[in-house]
């Protein structure tokens, strides 16, 4: 249960219907602490849907509601002792601002997944709105709820690489390598539609991703971005490729290669950088090591779970070393985090240090600037 | 939801007191897909630690027992439409048999740790016992819940990699390198102390696992067994290396290398098995991948959530390839799997063939025989 | 021996003096197969550490010239059955066009180290005295001696792997990541000097070897790049990173990702390559071993020496799998095959196919090129 | 040139005829660095054979021998200034001993294959024959000659890992998968017939390998096996797999897995020893690479060529770290130790003591002693 409310959090969720990849996710690591319940949903546009998914999910029917708008009202009616205390946004991406709004109006707090919005000024209204309304927003970064993820950033905080000299960022995925888009791929098809996607795909699907580890990592600041952008897939009018190079204040360099037309590449998001004493390497894809290397002394690979870890990545960690945590465990150390910090505002508390590492709504507003900036720069074929 | 009942399942817990390991996995495990419910429980030996872990899960405090026996009694006493359906068991070894009893005695299905029991003759007493109730009992060995090890499996039942010759299993772990049984560490002091843990330390921990890996995945018999213990940290009276070559019915040959004093292991449960037209390795240590090797083709390697992967491995995968799952994935599986056996055997079902697949009482005793044969062999240094 | 000759070819090498780490390597490279034989050097600008080198190496004193151009006339001087056939360039990059214009117009064959000249024009003028004095000229990329990497070209060549989408070379090194140049390390000094080094530094030394690798394995020619260099260390005047983008002909895109101040990098030579039925991934690194991935099937590793691989990967293959070739082993597949083709012009006759696999003038040609291209664009900070 | 000679060390060889793979190792191994000179040889038991080979080599047509018996006799009525030096034996097993005896009779050093001879006897004969003439003798265990084998055996003799406690060394190949005995491959009809290859096939072929490198890198003494062999290839009679206990004196525990049965597998050597403050992990097909492992610290991966490393690996190194060395270089560190060892003592000088760090005929008398101690141990099925 959520420790400091003395019961589990109540939430319900928007999106994530029957056959939803991300809102399955979500409702995992939920579930995974025993900290969160959910009680209420409005899962999909059609109704009959979310009435199905509510069944599935064992919830009661009167809160397996038509459409969010409904489901913010009426939540918002209910007593104390049973209404949601927050909301998961789990849509496609151009219903975030308005859902998020929906709910925040309704003084429900926020877990809304990446990217925030679909416009900066979107994101920006949005951010007025978290700090008017005192709420919490999370932002589902999932990728820096890895506890090694977490370690990564002690390491170069403490500096131990020393002065950062250079990033090299990629997320190779293989997954659109057809049109997946035309051949009735829920998700494809809504991630390739600038309607539902908003401006980017790849860049806003998976660089926002990379840029926000980046950002959490090393703390540098973008100067300037240079991007390519490519359509790789005959026929695609959205980008499914992008190189990004970035120029940091301080002078350090960085490189993001993004793509998601890597035949045969599954998950390849991977994190390098280096200073002037050293580098590390991370990959998502063996999420429970981190190398570090060094001019003159031997790689060293840190595990999760093992005792010489700082406290933030022992926080994050349930299991001892050799044990492997995957995915569903990162992103249930948001959902625990931002349910801590929830539990503990609605107790008029300070939430702890440990508990308050989570991406929240200055990242989002962060990330969706990233995405403007490079599909400008790609426009214009110059640096900005 | 458990699909046959239509509700979660509900559950009790013995062992798995407050800071215990296993007993924080198997609560993450049934919680992960939201089929089990925990209700009920009989902690610890001490019943202010009870009562402790009942308030910090949210328990019901009628129903955080004292101990054991007076929970089965009670439970047994409570109305169908509350009283737990199973229970899960988490003690030191020496307890498994009794309790395992008194549910069984009161109607309530099982999930046990490993090994079932510290004796044959216990194990056999525990079989009978669950035959003569119709009740299942599920042991977890949970390293055979992990995706791609049930690939593994259906590789070899297929026959491609033909006629079986040779199995190489290794256990190899370090956290016994220090005497940690005298320096407090709760779990290092029972499994080190015969009274707890029976007349085998390591054999019975990770030597049985192995062992059921092997047995999961070939389907080999094992006709006979030679066995070296050893214990490599000075003034340790129980075994923490053991070394055991095996000679399987058919003419394949095995070696079984095990130990929990390899300096600087963390859990590296490994499997090779060779046959005439190629061999299959895999590590629990990256759980998602199975290697194929073959003498005049390249190694093909197979990784979780794929397509190309059997039923069975598609059915115990939560997430796409390249989103790693781990431990507690391969753990709920067992539980998903109990639970669905569980939930159709008490609605008048048959469960599916892919819901049965997960170990059994049966399963058990097999394990705890080879512990007893190793025993034997290592005692009278000769085959049996 | 020197197959089409029936005796081994006699050469002379310029630089290589006691101590140079790259003159040692030709020495192995071309002793390992018994074809060659060092029986001349013009080692060092210091006329004693010529004769030093000579002694050390056994040579006939009268043949450790004091400098280039004596060694080139006296050689051209002494008859047939003694003087060289050939001669080893591996001095700093300045003197490779002098050098090379010497012996090409004493008639004598050459291999000489990469980048062929500092400038394009310098190469285009050594093209044309190649093309008219019918000699042969080696140019050692020796990365694409790896028999994997000439797999790797076969396996795009049957277009396996589709149409080619996207390029991924990386070349990271930590060997300068502090200012060796200012501490007397003899290589980072002239690498790191305009004069011996030429306009580039990090893409004329590594940059130059990822180019060539690329045009090797994939075939496909640059249309554009852009380019971003960077000193990363303070205080030193040329680049020591370089990041650049290529689209392709046919609209591919490429990423060349280029450093020598990644700390705790050794050499990261890599390459990926996607195309729209599968990839590739080559590490120099491990250079035994190629990856290809596939959307919809598993991942295979081919390695070197095995029966399925073509005839050009097993041409170049000294040992069965398993039994690792390195970089010496590459570096002699470049002189045995260019020593195969020099035997063979001189014998009159046409060396085979396989033999005439090794990169000559007009790759030399091209990488000059590529580098120029690389400067300007980062210069202008545009596409060009 | 041999250092203390001033010049090539000139040697013959014994086998190694057309096609032969070990003998090609042998002369790549002997030119790598320019110290040896092939000048002779009887390299087939056919004497067209023979002089066929000579003449692929560009020997003296009088120094390509019939047999090797009137090689021996030959080369000792040889003036001084042109006779072999030392003479290489790469012959089928049986024929180790009579031809090391009649080289070292007529005053030559050794350099022979392992194992030594086919019989502990033999070894002893021969270890006196050495005794007596004072001549050098090394045996190729070629695997000691990797750097970072150097490297690891530096590491436990520092007693930076502690007491050892536990060696896990195993050797899986996959080449005798089918019955290549049958199928005319030539190796195979020799290693798998007791006339040639000695009463044991896997165990002396590489078992005999695994017990060297830990003899080498441990120190370890053998106090006592257990074995068990077995033929799981039908038809075949002599033993392709093994499995050997041990324990050595001081209490540590070792096991052993050969097998050249293990369809799929390559050059599988892997040697892993702890202690009780750590432990070190080595794979052959990795050898520029050395892992150590420590209870509560990072793993440490070492790599071959850094500056870290101790003088003995450094001194067996020829290029910095990321450069691959392999197998032809560890075994040109047979080479070119045996060969400074026996040019010093030509030159009636002592060799340093990095020269005299290869296998010599106490090393192969103690591999022949484990090969027949494992057979016993085999057939009385207990320890010996």
């Not at 009426?74 to 209404?83: F, G, I, N, Q, T």
């Not at 990033?167 to 494809?188: C, D, F, I, N």
């Amino acid at each position: 249960m959520n420790p400091h409310l003395g019961r589990k959090l109540r939430y319900g969720m928007v999106g994530g219907g029957p056959g939803a990849f991300i809102g399955q996710v979500h409702r995992m690591a939920a579930a995974l602490d025993g900290e969160w319940e959910l009680v209420a949903g409005a899962f999909s546009s059609s109704p009959e849907r979310c009435r199905e998914q509510g069944r599935l999910l064992g919830l009661d029917p009167a809160r397996a509601y038509d459409d969010y708008r409904t489901m913010a009202e009426a939540e918002a009616a209910l007593p104390d002792d049973s209404r949601i205390d927050a909301v998961s946004i789990v849509t496609p991406n151009h219903l975030h601002s308005p859902v998020a709004r929906a709910f925040l109006d309704a003084g429900v707090h926020v877990v809304c997944d990446k990217p925030m919005t679909t416009s900066a000024a979107d994101a920006e209204d949005l951010r007025r709105a978290v700090e008017r309304t005192g709420l919490v927003f999370a932002v589902t970064y999932n990728y820096t709820g890895y506890p090694i993820v977490k370690e990564a950033r002690r390491q170069l905080l403490s500096g131990r690489l020393g002065t950062l000299r250079k990033v090299v960022a990629e997320y190779s995925q293989g997954w659109l390598t057809k049109r997946l888009e035309e051949a009735g791929q829920k998700q494809a098809a809504w991630r390739l539609d600038p309607a539902q996607a908003g401006p980017s795909s790849a860049v806003a699907d998976i660089g926002s991703h990379a840029h926000n580890l980046v950002r959490y990592v090393t703390g540098l600041e973008i100067d300037a971005v240079f991007a390519e952008l490519a359509s790789l897939v005959p026929g695609r009018t959205m980008e499914d490729d992008a190189s990004v190079l970035t120029r940091f204040a301080g002078g350090a360099r960085g490189v993001f290669c993004v793509s998601q037309v890597c035949a045969g590449e599954e998950n390849g998001l991977r994190l390098r950088v280096y200073g002037d004493a050293g580098g590390l390497d991370w990959r998502q894809e063996r999420p429970d090591e981190l190398r570090l290397r060094f001019p003159d002394a031997p790689e060293q690979r840190l595990t999760r779970g093992s005792p010489y870890l700082s406290a933030a990545a022992r926080h994050a960690t349930r299991l001892p070393p050799g044990h492997p945590e995957g995915f569903v465990e990162a992103f249930a150390n948001i959902y625990r985090n931002a349910g801590r910090t929830i539990g503990a505002r609605m107790a008029g508390k300070e939430a702890g240090t440990l508990e308050r590492d989570f991406p929240d709504h200055v990242d989002g507003v962060r990330g969706v600037r990233f995405v403007e900036s490079v599909l400008r720069s790609a426009r214009e074929e110059r640096w900005v």
